[in-house]
């Protein structure tokens, strides 16, 4: 099974604004950095990354899970670190329904990132990183033209699972990752921001040698290199990777959704 995102990789118009964002802003450690490119480590498994084009930026958007305990903190560390903060619909900065919690704000490319916490989710099982207090890379979203077919591919290439399945929004689970599918007719909220479809390369980690193996003899066009896999679907780049050092117990320590 899929049990985490390893890595994000993003366009940007300028590494230097990335810079200011997540390390001046949110200051997360640079793993590596060249001329054109950067990488940040967001958590021990899972890093986010930057390679600078030429070429237009359709926002993405992504959320971090971070305690529900220390929400407040993180958010007050937010709306300290200079980056944009949007209003929710309710005027309020920070949301909380039904025992879950978030705060949305942007980058310098207009990204649009979001931390969310959930009482649900068994937070003394993880380490948490940086002063974002990140636990993992909860979710992507996948802007596509039908939901129902990324949906259904999703589960039946990536054996990725959904609690109901519903045409214009659907999260599809797999471990911590939560792929959030949308119609492109369905803004973002908090903005209502347009879902365009994003070029970016999304890295899904497995701890099963053979799941990744299986897929790259299933997929046609898929391109494989010692421990990973890669291909294309609906204009998404993905990669599985085999991440051995990855502990698949902790997702149920976590109590996450959808483990049987
Ligand atoms: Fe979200």
């Known amino acids: 099974m899929i049990t985490h995102y390893a890595d994000l990789e993003l366009q940007t118009v300028s590494i230097q604004g990335v810079k200011q964002a997540y390390v001046g802003g949110l200051q997360l450690p640079i793993l590596h950095e060249s001329s054109n490119f950067i990488r940040f480590q967001l958590t021990p498994f899972t890093t986010l990354s930057f390679k600078e084009t030429y070429e237009a930026i359709y926002p993405v958007h ?10 407040n903190n993180i958010s007050s560390f937010i709306r300290q670190s200079g980056l944009f903060i ?21 980058d310098g490319d207009g990204n649009l990132l979001e931390i969310i916490a959930h009482e649900y989710i068994k ?45 214009t929004f659907n999260f599809v689970i797999s471990g911590t990752v939560h792929a959030v599918v949308v119609s492109k007719e369905r803004p973002w909220i908090p903005i209502s921001m347009k879902a365009l479809p994003p070029k970016m390369l999304v890295t899904l980690g497995t701890t099963d040698i053979n799941f990744m193996n299986k897929l790259a003899n299933k997929l046609d066009n898929s391109f494989l290199e010692s421990d990973k896999v890669y291909f294309s679907k609906e204009g998404y780049n993905f990669c599985v990777k085999y991440s051995p050092d990855f502990k698949s117990s902790l997702l149920g320590e976590l109590n996450l959704p959808l483990l049987s």
Do not use: C, H
């Open 62 to 71: 992504f959320a971090i899970q971070v305690p529900y305990s220390q929400f």
């Open 86 to 106: 949007l209003k929710q619909e309710n005027g309020q900065y920070i949301d909380e329904t039904d025992g879950r919690k978030n705060l949305y704000f942007r």
């Open 123 to 167: 937070e003394n099982q993880i380490e948490l990183s940086g002063s974002l207090k990140a636990m993992y890379l909860r979710e992507i979203g996948f802007p596509v033209k039908s939901v129902p077919i990324f949906r259904d591919w999703l589960k039946s290439t990536l054996k990725m699972k959904t609690e109901r399945d519903q045409d």
